[in-house]
């Protein structure tokens, strides 16, 4: 583990709660929006499995699934569940600072994204997590944001306009749809694949690793690879939660928060090299190549405003960001 993720953790798990001998069997529950056999449900069982196996089984892990991830943040942030494991999109209503990381062609790849949060900026947003009811443990994905639809085969910026897409309750997101003459539509990923067949909604934009696991080319025709979005997702828990772990065991919850990262990052990429191909095997149209360049000039006046909104500074350090 860096020291700076060892620092913010430690930071974050600095609350006013007695910690004492963990109990036998004590039972942590967590819950995320994904199958089972997805990036997430790999994350979250590698870290039930791994925590487990590190306390000798003093601890239970409990993983559950919940598509309304909103929900899920409310849950652990009055304590009726302990952690969860959720897309950073419906986040930003709580932690306002991680909505910087939803800005459009943000991080030029996935080594990028991974090293901005795994470093100094990323533990940095995850020390305002306890301000707002929360503990903020640890930097997972969904990958890079593509677009389907049941319409049309998006090739330009001009091919999304006057197209219904359901987004994330993401202010940055839906600004940016709107910026492009879509129309988007927030509402929880419980309720897309309804919204998809009932025609509520024309398209949606998620990772391929979430469209292969959902099996929405079942629902949507074509897939267009934007990536005009990195999605993140982070590992969150109840401070009292945490709390209540001596710190031995506090150290071991999170080696096993960076071992439910490992995997679910491993999983993102293998789902993204073969992605393509099990989706056309499916029978979706997919289109490769995308001309970038013009969908930044597109959002021209939405990069003006969240430069404005967002804390620049931060928004240059990011783009700036290299590997050392």
């Known amino acids: 583990m860096t020291l700076p993720r060892r620092l913010a953790f430690a930071a974050a798990l600095a609350v006013p709660l007695a910690a004492g001998p963990a109990l036998a069997q004590t039972q942590i529950t967590v819950q995320h929006a994904l199958p089972a056999n997805s990036h997430t449900g790999v994350g979250a069982s590698t870290f039930a499995e791994t925590f487990q196996r590190l306390t000798n089984n003093r601890y239970r892990v409990v993983a559950q699934r919940n598509d309304n991830e909103r929900e ?3 849950s652990v942030q009055i304590g009726t569940i302990d952690c969860t494991f959720t897309s950073t999109g419906p986040v930003g209503n709580f932690v306002p600072e991680v909505r910087i990381f939803d800005v459009p062609f943000l991080f030029r790849d996935a080594a990028h994204a991974r090293g901005v949060l795994d ?3 990323g533990q940095q ?3 305002r997590f306890p301000a707002r009811g929360l503990v903020g443990v640890i930097w997972i994905e969904n990958g890079f944001r593509n677009l389907t639809n049941s319409r049309r085969e998006v090739n330009t910026p001009a091919d999304v306009r006057g197209l219904k897409i359901r987004t994330m309750e993401n202010q940055v997101h839906m600004r940016a749809f709107t910026q492009l003459g879509a129309l988007p539509t927030p509402m929880a990923f419980s309720e897309l694949v309804p919204a998809l067949q009932q025609g509520t909604v024309d398209g949606q934009e998620n990772p391929i690793s979430v469209i292969v696991a959902n099996n929405l080319n079942q629902v949507q025709r074509f897939m267009t690879l934007t990536r005009h979005v990195y999605s993140p997702q982070v590992m969150i828990c ?4 945490v709390g209540r772990l001596n710190a031995a065991d506090r150290a071991l919850f999170q080696q096993a928060a960076v071992a439910a990262q490992t995997a679910n990052r491993a999983r993102v990429s293998a789902d993204d090299d073969a992605g393509v191909a099990e989706l056309r095997r499916r029978g979706m149209t997919v289109v490769t190549e995308v001309d970038t360049a ?3 000039a597109a959002l021209a006046p939405a990069f003006a405003e969240w430069e404005r909104t967002l804390d620049a500074a931060t928004l240059r350090r990011i783009r700036d960001w290299r590997a050392n």
């Open 125 to 127: 947003v995850l020390a």
């Open 119 to 121: 470093g100094e900026i």
């Open 294 to 296: 013009a969908f930044q």
């Open 238 to 241: 109840n401070p009292a939660t």
């Open 72 to 74: 899920m943040i409310e």
